[in-house]
């Protein structure tokens, strides 16, 4: 009997490439969310209230809006130029009041609105450093992990796949026999 011939796909070492790249994606993701992930588990959780909106257009000086009435007659529908920035308060424990910026702006209008539907201040969860209380992150806002989710998910997908590449291809496949025509 004559043995089934075998194929052995090689190229082990664009595949470790592969493996190495991946590596490099996961690890900037896990670098760029680094930060917010300490504050979420180590630092304190509270509920800061929005106390303004910055606008600002690069040329222009920033107005502050701390009225609602002031934030909606300040709406731009059309100049996506323009970027709002909500800014949030809150006390530590020591009694400290600490106001900051939320990192993420909004083109149109801000992300959140000075006022609820009750007309209290909009409030969202802030984690800060309690040694510097003025380093914070906001984890309900997506755009805090969405990227360096995304960068770890495909540094891990890249590490997978090539993972498998580089098994298969130092194990010899053995091909189908070829019917011949006789």
């Given at each position: 009997m004559i043995p089934s011939p075998t194929y052995t796909p090689g190229f082990s070492r664009c595949k470790m490439l592969f493996i190495a790249g991946g590596i490099a994606l996961a690890t900037l993701g896990f670098i760029h969310i680094q930060e917010p992930l300490y504050l979420v588990l180590c630092g304190k959780h509270i509920q800061a209230e929005a106390c303004a909106v910055v606008k600002t257009k690069q040329g222009l000086p920033d107005k502050i809006l701390i009225h609602e009435r002031q934030v909606l007659s300040e709406f731009e529908p059309r100049d996506r130029s323009y970027l709002f920035w909500n800014e949030f308060r809150f006390q530590t424990d020591s009694g400290k009041t600490i106001q900051v910026r939320a990192p993420i702006a909004s083109r149109l209008k801000p992300l959140y609105p000075l006022t609820d539907a009750d007309?209290?201040?909009?409030?969202?969860?802030?984690?800060?450093?309690?040694?510097?209380?003025?380093?914070?992150?906001?984890?309900?806002?997506?755009?805090?992990?969405?990227?360096?989710?995304?960068?770890?998910?495909?540094?891990?997908?890249?590490?997978?796949?090539?993972?498998?590449?580089?098994?298969?291809?130092?194990?010899?496949?053995?091909?189908?026999?070829?019917?011949?025509?006789?």
């Open positions: 007309g209290l201040p909009t409030t969202d969860l802030v984690c800060y450093n309690p040694r510097d209380p003025h380093r914070v992150t906001f984890p309900l806002i997506v755009s805090t992990w969405f990227a360096s989710g995304i960068l770890i998910g495909i540094g891990l997908l890249a590490m997978g796949v090539g993972t498998t590449l580089l098994y298969w291809s130092k194990v010899p496949i053995e091909l189908p026999p070829v019917p011949t025509g006789s």
